[in-house]
């Protein structure tokens, strides 16, 4: 079986944020049922520079997809000509075993990353929300704009980033594409002063979300931070609001938003109120009135990569799209 090459351009083309909105919540939503095998991934730290990451997982019962991504994240790559996500994802076809496709992970990960982010705005942010605040400047800022703006009617947008030229640069691209005012703030309590859904796209190691900030019935997205050491929001704006995860195991193992503010006793273990697949599914209750914070921690999961893997392979087959090459994998009846 011939293997699908897939780039940047026909992620692109396969993929549009609403649909990939719709197919993470079947994603997620599967996982909850006990319908996917989603490992812990393995991350190996690349001193002074960032860190490599396996994350392999099986989607369906009986197995649908079977796959892996494979990437490095290096935040100095932030507002340079490189993403600070680069990889593949490895698409199997189950029956046999072939691969199927090779996949620009970072496309993929910017698509799939803010879709769950729209995901959860969809379902825990209130209907009338729209004043949106990005604190962060690169290519989730970008995808996070248009992942709100699938699930909600945007009034205003604020933008933070710690360098304001990137700022400036991301403004100006979501000017073209947002029907509201884009503003770009000097300081990040500014942006956030009055925003009823955030986003935290940032590479920041310490707190850039304070809780004096933020005003009642905000919903949060956290997604720039995914290692334990590592969070984007202070310790008392975690114990205020209401905290759902992609996943409880992986939150508990890595997502220093959670585990930092736990270790300083702000927060108990039971501080989680669950997976946002369950909130979909409708076994646990999301916003249950319109004061209350939300927040959503984001670490990305394998089983949303392997998803999509699957589904960018089908729809290119269908549409005779990429470039197919064959990598052997067939016997040649010589053993």
């Given at each position: 079986m011939p293997t699908r090459l897939l780039d940047g351009a026909a992620v692109d083309a396969l993929l549009p944020m609403a649909r990939c909105i719709d197919l993470m919540e079947h994603t997620l939503t599967s996982l909850c049922r006990g319908e996917a095998v989603q490992p812990l991934r393995t991350i190996l730290r690349v001193p002074g520079k960032g860190a490599f990451g396996v994350m392999p997982a099986l989607v369906g019962t009986p197995a649908t997809a079977i796959g892996v991504k494979v990437l490095t994240v290096f935040p100095g790559n932030h507002g340079t000509d490189l993403d600070s996500h680069q990889g593949v994802i490895l698409a199997f076809e189950p029956e046999r075993g072939s691969l199927t496709g090779i996949i620009d992970a970072s496309r993929v990960t910017a698509i799939r990353t803010a879709a769950v982010s729209g995901l959860a705005t969809r379902l825990l942010a209130r209907e009338d929300a729209g004043d949106l605040c990005i604190l962060g400047s690169g290519v989730q800022a970008r995808s996070h704009l248009e992942a709100i703006l699938a699930v909600r009617s945007v009034r205003r947008v604020r933008l933070w980033s710690p360098t304001p030229a990137h700022a400036l640069a991301c403004a100006a691209w979501a000017e073209s594409r947002c029907p509201c005012p884009v503003e770009v703030c000097s300081e990040p309590e500014t942006a956030v002063r009055g925003a009823d859904i955030i986003c935290t796209v940032t590479a920041a190691h310490e707190p850039v979300l304070r809780e004096e900030w933020v005003d009642p019935g905000a919903h949060i997205n956290a997604v720039g931070a995914s290692l334990?050491?590592?969070?984007?929001?202070?310790?008392?704006?975690?114990?205020?609001?209401?905290?759902?995860?992609?996943?409880?195991?992986?939150?508990?193992?890595?997502?220093?938003?959670?585990?930092?503010?736990?270790?300083?006793?702000?927060?108990?273990?039971?501080?989680?109120?669950?997976?946002?697949?369950?909130?979909?599914?409708?076994?646990?209750?999301?916003?249950?009135?319109?004061?209350?914070?939300?927040?959503?921690?984001?670490?990305?999961?394998?089983?949303?990569?392997?998803?999509?893997?699957?589904?960018?392979?089908?729809?290119?087959?269908r549409l005779g799209l990429g470039t197919l090459v064959d990598l052997g994998g067939r016997r040649d009846g010589s053993s």
């Amino acid at each position: 079986m011939p293997t699908r090459l897939l780039d940047g351009a026909a992620v692109d083309a396969l993929l549009p944020m609403a649909r990939c909105i719709d197919l993470m919540e079947h994603t997620l939503t599967s996982l909850c049922r006990g319908e996917a095998v989603q490992p812990l991934r393995t991350i190996l730290r690349v001193p002074g520079k960032g860190a490599f990451g396996v994350m392999p997982a099986l989607v369906g019962t009986p197995a649908t997809a079977i796959g892996v991504k494979v990437l490095t994240v290096f935040p100095g790559n932030h507002g340079t000509d490189l993403d600070s996500h680069q990889g593949v994802i490895l698409a199997f076809e189950p029956e046999r075993g072939s691969l199927t496709g090779i996949i620009d992970a970072s496309r993929v990960t910017a698509i799939r990353t803010a879709a769950v982010s729209g995901l959860a705005t969809r379902l825990l942010a209130r209907e009338d929300a729209g004043d949106l605040c990005i604190l962060g400047s690169g290519v989730q800022a970008r995808s996070h704009l248009e992942a709100i703006l699938a699930v909600r009617s945007v009034r205003r947008v604020r933008l933070w980033s710690p360098t304001p030229a990137h700022a400036l640069a991301c403004a100006a691209w979501a000017e073209s594409r947002c029907p509201c005012p884009v503003e770009v703030c000097s300081e990040p309590e500014t942006a956030v002063r009055g925003a009823d859904i955030i986003c935290t796209v940032t590479a920041a190691h310490e707190p850039v979300l304070r809780e004096e900030w933020v005003d009642p019935g905000a919903h949060i997205n956290a997604v720039g931070a995914s290692l334990p050491d590592s969070r984007e929001l202070s310790s008392t704006l975690v114990a205020r609001g209401r905290l759902f995860v992609d996943r409880v195991e992986s939150a508990r193992q890595e997502a220093g938003d959670f585990l930092i503010p736990l270790a300083e006793g702000v927060i108990a273990e039971d501080h989680i109120v669950g997976e946002i697949g369950a909130v979909a599914l409708g076994q646990i209750p999301g916003r249950r009135v319109a004061e209350e914070i939300t927040i959503f921690k984001s670490l990305g999961l394998a089983v949303e990569d392997v998803a999509v893997g699957e589904y960018l392979v089908r729809e290119a087959e269908r549409l005779g799209l990429g470039t197919l090459v064959d990598l052997g994998g067939r016997r040649d009846g010589s053993s």
